[in-house]
């Protein structure tokens, strides 16, 4: 019984109704395997992080995580479903085209689309442009100066558990040059999505954030119609909204921990138009409010109550591939000695990085899911984070000077575009003839490797 998201919850039951033939042999009421509420059973949040048995004492919480973990993309699914009758080609091509023009100049545009455009084009009535500006001239700095060292590591993090793991895996995205393909294109992504203008109607990061959501889409009609493997008794949704929750909020959850640990309780006013940037393009990916949380508190508190609710598992032949295949991926777009160079320092920042996200700095822990770090790689950080982190928190502080904000944003501005174009021209597809169709999971307990860092 749902008290404390209605809404929600009939959005996620309505899934079924909209899509019978994908979703209506779903149970929307009972949670999936991969979702614990059991203090016995081990989790993926950590003991250090936070307190388990407190998160599953909050009703409110638990429901909200239990309801979200069921949710698709109730506009963008439907929408993929048509691959059959039209092919992935064509629904691709259509897609770009309502970005770029409007709906209408789509021939013969279908229902679903109209309806996938519309529910982005619905802005909700906690937008504030100006802020969502603001923070997306303050969110390029670091786009441009510290996540290619680091999108890496952080992309590393959905692999870690089975459960949330085993759509990519169906994507058969584990060869080395699709894994540098899918690195490149999240690069891509939250890189173009913080250039001025980017998030508005007929900008760059709309269009990116709806082929995203297609890509998404196409995956859950793919695991769901074409491959035995996706056992939904044990997996639920394939990627559900909680699991998109924190690749889109990763950079608000580390503020609010640093809005804690300075003892406060709220965001600052510069911090705040980082969140609303980062809300709205969250809401354009497909995110419900639910899932938006907007305080210090609320972020940290439905991130980890994610991880309090998600069976903890690590299966090799799923996540240690996954993992492998990620780092061993070459992402420069040439092989000059400054592209190898290059290549070589930020993979010593994603194994440094990984290690400090998601290990708590235990190489075991690390060297268990398959990442190796060595003496050379934290040498390697050492010398170049002066470079690094110094230039970036140069432009930083630079940039809060009035007379220089705008040279400044000119700078971070020229640099993203030479960061985009090395990353080159993303596709947002994934390819179903690449799905293994050889069922591989049971529906009682799945043969995995606990990982308790």
Same mark, same amino acid.
């Given at each position: 019984m749902t008290v404390h998201y209605p809404e929600l919850a009939q959005r996620v039951r309505s899934q079924a109704e909209l899509q019978p033939g994908l979703y209506g042999g779903i149970d929307f009421t009972r949670p999936p395997y991969r979702h614990t509420e059991d203090p016995d059973v081990t989790s993926t949040l950590p003991s250090w992080a936070d307190d388990r048995g407190r998160i599953l004492g909050n009703d409110r919480i638990v429901e909200l995580i239990a309801t979200a973990t069921m949710l698709?993309?109730?506009?963008?699914?439907?929408?993929?479903?048509?691959?059959?009758?039209?092919?992935?080609?064509?629904?691709?091509?259509?897609l770009q085209q309502a970005c770029r023009d409007g709906v209408d100049a789509v021939p013969d545009a279908p229902a679903e689309l109209r309806a996938f455009i519309a529910?982005?084009?619905?802005?909700?009535?906690?937008?504030?442009?100006?802020?969502?500006?603001?923070?997306a001239r303050q969110a390029r700095i670091p786009a441009a100066f510290i996540a290619p060292f680091v999108i890496r590591g952080v992309f590393l993090g959905t692999f870690i558990n089975t459960y949330a793991a085993l759509p990519m895996a169906l994507t058969g995205a584990l060869s080395g040059a699709r894994a540098a393909h899918r690195v490149n294109e999240t690069s891509s992504f939250f890189a173009v999505t913080t250039m001025p203008g980017a998030l508005r109607r007929n900008g760059p990061g709309f #269009?990116?954030? +709806? =082929?995203? *959501?297609?890509?998404h889409s196409m995956v859950r009609f793919n695991a769901m119609k074409r491959s035995s493997m996706w056992d939904a008794d044990v997996y639920g949704m394939p990627v559900p909204q909680v699991?998109?929750?924190?690749?889109?909020?990763?950079?608000?959850?580390?503020?609010?921990?640093?809005?804690l640990k300075r003892g406060d309780t709220r965001f600052s006013d510069a911090e705040r138009a980082v969140v609303e940037?980062?809300?709205?393009?969250?809401?354009?990916?497909?995110?419900?409010?639910?899932?938006?949380?907007?305080?210090?508190?609320?972020?940290?508190?439905?991130?980890? #109550?994610?991880? +309090? =609710?998600? *069976?903890?598992?690590?299966?090799?032949?799923?996540c240690g591939e996954l993992v492998r295949s990620t780092m061993a991926a070459y992402v420069r777009p040439g092989h000059s000695v400054v592209d190898r160079t290059l290549e070589s320092v930020e993979k010593s920042w994603s194994r440094v990085?990984?290690?400090?996200?998601?290990?708590?700095?235990?190489?075991?822990?690390?060297?268990?899911?398959?990442v190796q770090v060595k003496l050379r790689d934290t040498?390697?950080?050492?010398?170049?984070?002066?470079?690094?982190?110094?230039?970036?928190?140069?432009?930083?502080a630079a940039s809060k000077v009035p007379a220089l904000r705008g040279i400044c944003d000119?700078?971070?501005?020229?640099?993203?575009?030479?960061?985009?174009?090395?990353?080159?021209?993303?596709e947002f597809t994934t390819d179903h003839t690449k799905y293994p169709t050889k069922a591989a999971v049971t529906t009682s307990e799945p043969p995995l490797t606990a990982l308790h860092g």
């Open positions: 698709g993309d109730v506009v963008a699914d439907p929408y993929a479903s048509l691959a059959e009758e039209y092919g992935v080609r064509s629904l691709t091509a259509m529910a982005m084009e619905a802005t909700p009535d906690w937008v504030d442009w100006e802020l969502i500006e603001e923070g #269009a990116a954030a +709806a =082929m995203v *959501r297609l890509m699991d998109q929750m924190p690749a889109g909020l990763i950079n608000v959850y580390m503020m609010a921990t640093e809005v940037f980062s809300r709205y393009r969250c809401f354009l990916l497909g995110l419900p409010d639910e899932l938006l949380p907007q305080e210090p508190g609320e972020v940290i508190e439905t991130f980890h #109550a994610r991880g +309090a =609710m998600l *069976r903890d598992g690590f299966d090799d032949a799923t990085g990984f290690l400090r996200a998601f290990c708590n700095n235990s190489r075991d822990a690390a060297a268990r899911m398959g040498a390697v950080v050492g010398l170049t984070a002066p470079f690094i982190i110094g230039r970036n928190a140069a432009v930083t000119k700078y971070a501005i020229r640099v993203l575009k030479m960061r985009l174009k090395a990353y080159g021209t993303p």
